[in-house]
């Protein structure tokens, strides 16, 4: 099974499906891990439910957080920010379906720690956002 969510790893991180970048959006957050130098900036577009109707992100670093960015993206069109707010580490490893060491969790989680960061308005994001 393992080999399975590689070779989709591998497919999102070579032809993702929502890499771009949305001109005009609702939310907008971008960040990095110092320790790797992957970078994510996610933009959302969301209506008048508040519910994401479109998403995309740009940015650079390895397989495993641009297909975890791609993955997650997918994830959250159609659901409301409230749901969003409630995503958390175990519903991205969930997506990617593979164990993950310390460094590659980083790397996994920083697309959730992106969107979090944007969806509740902070200024900076913060690991925490992603422990819960």
């Known amino acids: 099974m393992d080999d399975l969510y590689?070779?989709?790893?591998?497919?999102r991180y070579k032809e993702p499906l929502y890499?771009?970048?949305l001109e005009p959006?609702?939310?907008?957050?971008?960040?990095?891990?110092?320790?790797?130098?992957?970078?994510?900036?996610?933009?959302?577009?969301?209506d008048e439910n508040s519910?994401?109707?479109?998403?995309?992100?740009?940015?650079h670093g390895c397989a495993?957080?641009?297909?975890s960015a791609d993955l997650l993206l997918e994830s959250i069109i159609g659901k409301t920010l409230e749901e969003v707010k409630r995503l958390n580490k175990e519903d991205v490893?969930?997506?990617l379906g593979i164990?993950?060491?310390?460094?590659?969790?980083k790397c996994a989680l920083l697309p959730l720690k992106v969107i979090k960061a944007g969806v509740y308005g902070l200024g900076e994001a913060?690991?925490?956002l992603v422990e819960e």
């Open 99 to 105: 164990e993950l060491g310390p460094v590659r969790l």
């Open 51 to 59: 519910r994401v109707v479109e998403a995309a992100f740009s940015g």
């Open 126 to 128: 913060s690991d925490s």
């Open 25 to 46: 959006h609702d939310i907008s957050f971008e960040d990095e891990n110092p320790l790797c130098g992957d970078h994510i900036r996610i933009d959302l577009r969301v």
């Open 19 to 21: 890499r771009g970048v």
């Open 64 to 67: 495993i957080s641009q297909a």
């Open 93 to 95: 490893l969930d997506l």
């Open 6 to 11: 590689r070779e989709i790893i591998i497919q």
